[in-house]
């Protein structure tokens, strides 16, 4: 099976491809640039590398979220956009657990900052979410996991680390990269979902939103993006 997977959702933009398990090229850009304009020139690029062609593809794994909305909006859009013109599966996998593609024992804590010191927060162990994933502040994570004896904090990890060697000083930090690969090669068993239907995974509301119901009561049935 060949398979094209990315992942947009933070500043960082990976994109693999895939033949079964076996990688056949990827590329990882830690360059804060609009996703939008990048993202199809570096499918397009690695496509050329290996002699594919669009209809050469089988599926696309793309990062569903937590991240970044803008990113998330052209990673969705294009993964769709593509399943549907080519009538090929599409399947999503968190873009938490695309930071986990390391080997590490005890529990892996993938983060993405949220910023105000708030962050996205998944829990993983031996590669299976543990917990649910969730938009918290920072202090709430740590406070979560006093008592744990063996934790890897992972992804966007570089302004936490003092606050993490304070509250948990026998904690391993390792910043990561997110692996278009590790999707692929988890999307590859997964089952496809509704093209029509599929949407990001944001964990929170957009600010706009968040505004809006600070002044309308949480069951108003009008649409706030008409107020906007």
């Known amino acids: 099976m060949k398979i094209l997977a990315f992942d947009s959702s933070s500043k960082a933009l990976s994109v693999a491809l895939l033949e079964d398990d076996q990688l056949m ?28 062609q669009p209809s050469d593809l089988e599926r696309i794994a793309v990062a569903q979220g937590p991240g970044s909305y803008t990113g998330l909006r052209v990673a969705v859009a294009t993964a769709k956009t593509l399943a549907y013109s080519l009538s090929i599966d599409l399947v999503a996998v968190s873009s938490l657990y695309a930071l986990t593609d390391i080997g590490a024992m005890g529990l892996l804590i993938p983060i993405m900052d949220a910023r105000r010191q708030h962050v996205y927060v998944g829990f993983y162990d031996n ?24 934790v890897t904090f992972v992804g966007e990890v570089s302004q936490f680390q003092e606050q993490i060697k304070a509250a948990l000083p026998s904690a391993v930090i390792v910043e990561t990269l997110p692996s278009a690969a590790l999707i692929g090669r988890t999307g590859r068993t997964l089952p496809a979902v509704d093209v029509h239907a599929f949407v990001p ?5 957009v600010e706009a939103e968040e505004n809006w119901l600070k002044t309308h009561n949480e069951g108003d049935t009008s649409s706030y993006i008409k107020r906007v």
């Open 127 to 150: 590669g299976k979410a543990v917990e649910p994933e969730q938009y918290a502040s920072f202090e709430e994570v740590l406070s979560h996991l006093q008592g744990q004896k063996q």
């Open 201 to 205: 995974n944001y964990l929170k509301r």
């Open 25 to 52: 090229a990827e590329t990882r850009l830690n360059v804060k640039k609009n996703h939008s304009i990048s993202l199809m020139p570096t499918i397009d690029f690695l496509m050329d590398q290996v002699d594919w």
